[in-house]
């Protein structure tokens, strides 16, 4: 069996002094590194290359960190910064002048073309127009930009998604590229640890054009798209077979995902199931997906009481989100300073409502909306000691 020594010196009698071993089993040691703070299984990776391995890359270690304790009932949060450089942070409080764990992000665009995703610990960050990748853990604080894709010469925005599958222990990248001089997409899959390099893959129909709602659930993205007939899709990605299916849709919701393509929609993993929220002028809904293998849906008008998203302003687009309680939520998608910030929840069960203070986010007149900063809620978040 192997184990772990250590030397140690032991009094026996009077000034005589010997020496002697304590040795402890490696499963009993892994047992004990089980119970300590993230925070120190990361430092304890430098003390040899077996912790390292165990800690970092060892499957049922990794699993145990991230089970251990149930997502935190207050959301931490992505701040998105575009002044003076392209960065974004990762915290549960607010601060306009953090220089801790900043995330500088590279080759950086326009900030309305970053986009953001989280599963299973690892926060993705990609830009449509770059192409660029970048992956970071919160809990060892490590920073992974992925290659460069090889795109088409003249490319348009890129989509792109991310998700782990828990069968496979494999998270996967899916970027999606228009090819504008032959009119179809192009489609590039990443997977972490297992390769350094893009590779090309069989896609969908060509005139199928995705946008940036998408949703990880046990192994499957689903995201939304459309055609340029005016159609809207709703189309999934099995991340361990590399597979493209489309989701069959009630004609109600298809329609609705239709009218609200350009104002509000959005899909959510709503207590495991597939979500998919519609807000219109009239009314918000949503629909649920009750049934994966008859793709069979249900659908919920939500009796918003006296908070109308409308009343929140036109930094609150509507409901992005649920939490591993089965609330859906809303956040100020943009915070220019101007205002307090806020986190919206509404229980579909109860029909209550409540707002919680982001901590941090005070008002400041002064700031006249120089710059703003976007924000992007994460209520499942786990601590995970994959190295990356």
């Not at 919920?300 to 939520?329: H, Q, R």
């Amino acid at each position: 069996m192997l184990s772990v020594c250590k030397r140690i010196r032991k009094t026996v009698t009077g000034d005589e002094e010997g020496r002697g071993d304590l040795c402890l089993p490696l499963d009993i040691m892994v047992e004990i590194l089980k119970k300590l703070p993230a925070k120190s299984l990361v430092r304890f990776r430098s003390v040899s290359k077996q912790w390292s391995t165990i800690i970092g890359s060892r499957r049922d270690f990794i699993e145990s960190i991230v089970v251990r304790h149930p997502p935190p009932k207050l959301p931490i949060f992505i701040f998105h910064h575009c002044v003076p450089e392209a960065f974004f942070t990762v915290s549960p409080v607010f601060s306009p002048t953090t220089t801790d764990n900043v995330v500088t992000i590279p080759r950086s665009s326009d900030s309305s073309s970053f986009h953001y995703q989280y599963s299973r610990g690892l926060i993705c960050c990609s830009s449509s127009e770059s192409h660029q990748v970048t992956i970071y853990n919160p809990t060892t604080r490590q920073v992974f930009s992925l290659p460069e894709i090889q795109a088409p010469t003249r490319s348009g925005l890129s989509s792109c998604f991310f998700g782990y599958d828990p069968i496979t222990n494999q998270y996967k990248v899916l970027s999606i590229i228009p090819n504008c001089d032959e009119q179809k997409q192009t489609y590039h899959v990443f997977t972490l640890g297992c390769q350094q390099s893009w590779r090309k893959v069989k896609g969908i129909d060509d005139d199928t054009y995705p946008n940036d709602y998408s949703v990880c659930i046990d192994g499957t993205i689903y995201y939304s798209a459309y055609r340029n007939s005016g159609e809207t899709l709703l189309l999934s990605f099995d991340i361990r077979s590399e597979r493209f299916d489309r989701i069959l849709v009630p004609e109600a919701l298809s329609e609705a995902m239709l009218i609200t393509f350009i104002d509000h929609q959005s899909l959510v993993n709503h207590l495991g199931k597939l979500g998919c929220i519609c807000r219109n002028h009239s009314d918000t809904s949503i629909w649920i997906m009750d049934d994966p293998e008859k793709q069979e849906w249900s659908r919920t008008i939500l009796c918003l009481p006296n908070y109308p998203l409308d009343l929140f302003g036109g930094d609150v687009d509507t409901f992005t989100g649920a939490t591993p309680a089965g609330e859906i939520y809303a956040t100020q998608c943009k915070y220019y300073f101007d205002k307090s910030l806020y986190v919206y929840y509404y229980d579909m069960n109860q029909n209550s409502f409540r707002r919680v203070h982001i901590e941090g986010g005070i008002r400041d007149k002064t700031n006249k909306r120089r710059c703003c900063v976007e924000v992007f809620a994460i209520h499942d978040h786990v601590e995970n000691t994959m190295w990356l």
